[in-house]
């Protein structure tokens, strides 16, 4: 089973560039979510969705964009790049919308992918 | 806004015995979701255990069982007969009832040694 695949691993950019960063799951979730991971800041909400064609921000949103066109596909987008932006960023997915998956008594659990090293210089 | 403190930047526990993480949380609401999350060092984050606000009974699953004292708001993590593949980050994390925000701590660094 792929899960939730993350792409590139590994990303060097230069102030001002921009990029996608990719993500993709195979397990027919409704949820997915963008969080970055920063040295003593632990993992910090930047996206999220609760189905195709539904996004909202989560606690750092700045600098980032997202879509969700299909299911599968939630790409977080950096339009011009900034070293505050040098960070790991991890997708990640779940059966649905992590409230309803509580309160239907579903684990609620996240799926995550690898992770995405991403340095601005 | 939510918060969510883990107070123990690292810990350490020999291979079998017992260790205990702390988390601290503070929210308004009366409904939530309280976790705990491992990530080793393959970086892949990996549920471990999962905690209803409304249910008095602490959540156990296996050698993992927590202390959830709503009214400290505090939700810390026992691991019992430590395990070297135990190795690993630790966050706890929280989310209110009717919200798809999952809120982390900054993470303990815990080292099991043989």
């Known amino acids: 089973n792929a899960g939730v695949t993350q792409t590139p691993k590994f990303q060097v950019l230069k102030t001002g560039q921009s990029m996608t960063l990719q993500c993709a799951q195979d397990m027919n979730h409704e949820y997915m979510s963008w969080y970055r991971q920063d040295p003593g800041m632990g993992l910090r909400l930047i996206h999220y969705?609760?189905?195709?064609?539904?996004?909202d921000q989560g606690e750092v949103p700045n600098g980032y964009n997202v879509s969700r066109s299909t299911t599968e596909d939630f790409p977080l987008r950096l339009l011009s790049a900034a070293p505050s932006q040098t960070s790991v960023y991890f997708c990640?997915?779940?059966?649905?919308?992590?409230?309803?998956?509580?309160?239907?008594?579903?684990?609620?659990?996240?799926?995550f992918g690898e992770g995405s090293r991403l340095t601005v210089l | 806004a939510q918060t969510v403190t883990q107070s123990q930047p690292e810990m350490s526990v020999q291979e079998a015995e017992t260790v205990t993480l702390s988390c601290t949380y503070d929210?308004?609401?009366?409904?939530?979701?309280l976790f705990w999350y491992k990530q080793p060092p393959s970086r892949q984050m990996i549920l471990v255990i999962r905690?209803?606000?409304?249910?008095?009974q602490n959540a156990t699953e296996n050698r993992f069982s927590v202390n959830f004292q709503k009214a400290a708001k505090s939700f810390s993590l026992k691991i019992s007969d430590s395990q070297l593949g135990d190795t690993a980050m630790y966050f706890c994390a929280f989310m209110n009832y009717n919200t798809d925000k999952l809120i982390f701590g900054t993470g303990t660094r815990l080292q099991v040694f043989p």
């Open positions: 990640a997915s779940s059966y649905s919308g992590l409230s309803f998956s509580g309160l239907a008594g579903v684990n609620g659990e996240l799926f």
């Open positions: 905690q209803e606000a409304y249910k008095q």
């Open positions: 969705s609760v189905g195709a064609g539904i996004t």
């Open positions: 929210t308004s609401e009366n409904n939530y979701y």
